[in-house]
């Protein structure tokens, strides 16, 4: 993974600390994610393909975020448990951290960098925006959130080969 990014620390939803290099080697799908939108379901879809991926090398990372439309309300506990018992999220979890302005995370910062939106815009536009990025560490593609999970599939098996 590129350097920037495999540096920048992440601390879990269970308060431990991390950073890319834990998963270097992998492909990485890092996902801004939210209890309460309509694209909240597409936990289910992640989760399916941590289960189908797993093994191979891929990592889904979720990123909790109340920026766009505050609905992300919980504590990091809430959210934990939310993800959990409605759609049985296993994959690994991070703290709640803003994507955009002046507090956007620096892992975030770095993505926007690298992968720019829709006419190279900046900002990322919603929940559930998704980065993969491959076992070399580079990002591969920017994902809206109106892609479901299941729609990466070609894109994660062609990293995973």
Same mark, same amino acid.
């Given at each position: 993974?590129s350097?920037?990014?495999?540096?920048? @620390?992440?601390?879990?939803?269970?308060?431990?600390?991390?950073?890319?290099?834990?998963?270097?080697?992998?492909?990485?799908?890092?996902?801004?994610?939210?209890?309460?939108?309509?694209?909240?379901?597409?936990?289910?879809?992640?989760?399916?393909?941590?289960?189908?991926?797993?093994?191979?090398?891929?990592?889904? *990372?979720?990123? @909790?975020?109340?920026?766009?439309?505050?609905?992300?309300?919980?504590?990091?506990?809430?959210?934990?448990?939310?993800?959990?018992?409605?759609?049985?999220?296993?994959?690994? *979890?991070?703290?709640?951290?803003d994507?955009?302005?002046?507090?956007?995370?620096?892992?975030?910062?770095?993505?926007?960098?690298?992968? @720019?939106? *829709?006419l190279?815009?900046?900002?990322?536009?919603?929940?559930?925006?998704?980065?993969?990025?491959?076992?070399?560490?580079?990002?591969?593609?920017?994902?809206?959130?109106?892609?479901?999970?299941?729609? &990466?599939?070609?894109?994660?098996?062609?990293? &995973?080969?």
């Open positions: 993974m350097a920037t990014l495999l540096s920048i @620390p992440c601390t879990t939803i269970k308060g431990e600390q991390k950073t890319l290099a834990d998963f270097a080697g992998k492909a990485v799908l890092v996902v801004n994610t939210a209890s309460k939108c309509g694209f909240t379901p597409q936990y289910k879809g992640l989760e399916q393909l941590w289960q189908q991926y797993k093994d191979r090398g891929l990592v889904v *990372l979720g990123f @909790p975020c109340n920026q766009f439309g505050k609905q992300e309300p919980g504590n990091e506990g809430a959210i934990s448990e939310f993800c959990e018992l409605n759609y049985g999220v296993s994959f690994p *979890l991070f703290k709640k951290i994507v955009n302005g002046a507090d956007a995370h620096p892992l975030f910062v770095q993505l926007k960098k690298q992968a @720019p939106g *829709l190279g815009s900046k900002g990322i536009k919603w929940n559930f925006t998704k980065f993969l990025i491959g076992r070399d560490g580079q990002v591969v593609k920017r994902f809206a959130p109106t892609t479901k999970p299941q729609d &990466l599939t070609q894109e994660i098996e062609a990293l &995973l080969k």
